[in-house]
Nanobody, 123 residues
Framework: QVQLVESGGGLVQAGGSLRLSCVASGRTFSRYAMAWFRQAPGKEREFVAI????????RYADSVKGRFTISRDNAKNTVYLQMNSLKPEDTAVYYC????????????????WGQGTQVTVSS
C-alpha cells in the first residue's frame, strides 16, 4: 500500500516556471520507479517523465525534453518535477505514479497514483 500526494500546481503565464512535488507514504518508496503523467480534459493520459529508484536513469516525453526535469529525494520520500519555459499546451492535471518496474511509459503499468494537481498556463 502506497499513497501519493501531489502539490505545487497553479496558474502561471507562458514562459514561467513551477515545481511539482509528490510525497509518498506507506510501503517503502526507495525502490520504486516514479513517473509523472498529465491529462487535459477530453484527452488521454500522457506520459511526461520517469525516474528510476536510484535516480540514475530518466526519460522524458519529447514535448517536455529540455524544459522539464524530474528528480527524487528518497530520504524525503519525494519526487519532483521542475517545469520551466511553460507553454499553454502544458495545461493539464499532473499525476505522479509509482511502480516497481522501470521502462514502460504506459499508465497501465502503474499500480499507485496520486490525486493530481492542476497546472494552468495562460498566454
Amino acid at each position: 500500500q502506497v499513497q501519493l500526494v501531489e502539490s505545487g500546481g497553479g496558474l502561471v503565464q507562458a514562459g514561467g516556471s513551477l515545481r511539482l512535488s509528490c510525497v509518498a507514504s506507506g510501503r517503502t518508496f526507495s525502490r520504486y520507479a516514479m513517473a509523472w503523467f498529465r491529462q487535459a480534459p477530453g484527452k488521454e493520459r500522457e506520459f511526461v517523465a520517469i525516474i528510476s529508484w536510484s535516480g540514475g536513469m530518466t526519460r522524458y516525453a519529447d514535448s517536455v525534453k529540455g524544459r522539464f526535469t524530474i528528480s527524487r529525494d528518497n530520504a524525503k520520500n519525494t519526487v519532483y518535477l521542475q517545469m520551466n519555459s511553460l507553454k499553454p499546451e502544458d495545461t493539464a492535471v499532473y499525476y505522479c505514479a509509482a511502480d516497481l518496474r522501470y521502462g514502460d511509459s504506459s499508465p497501465r503499468q502503474y499500480e499507485y497514483w496520486g490525486q493530481g494537481t492542476q497546472v494552468t498556463v495562460s498566454s
